[in-house]
């Protein structure tokens, strides 16, 4: 099996009555999918993009909002895992990425 890493972006609830519902379907989807989770990972605070060209304070255009870490028989298959995800619920995506081994 492979891992990859999902990079959450977005999906901020807009109050705490939503944050309660979106943690519990949060707990559901991480359940169901069990199997594949390496490291369930955890939101992150507000970021800072850094380049060339300077630092961003706000993280950028779209910034990381948590991560986790799963194992999938190929990508597509962690992206199948991904679509049951509630961040798209309120707008958020997730970035995959398979993780080299060194």
Do not use: R
Not at 12 to 40: R, T
């Amino acid at each position: 099996m492979t891992q990859f890493l999902f990079a959450y972006h977005g999906g901020k609830p807009e109050n705490d009555d939503q944050g309660s519902e979106i943690m519990a379907k949060w707990q559901a989807w991480m359940e169901a999918e069990a199997a594949a989770f390496v490291d369930k990972g955890a939101p992150v605070g507000m970021s800072k993009t850094v380049s060339s060209s300077g630092t961003v304070d706000n993280g950028g255009v779209n910034p990381v909002s948590g991560y986790s870490i799963i194992e999938a028989a190929d990508i597509e298959a962690a992206c199948k895992i991904a679509k049951g995800c509630p961040i798209h619920e309120n707008g958020g995506s997730i970035e995959i990425a398979e993780i080299m081994k060194m």
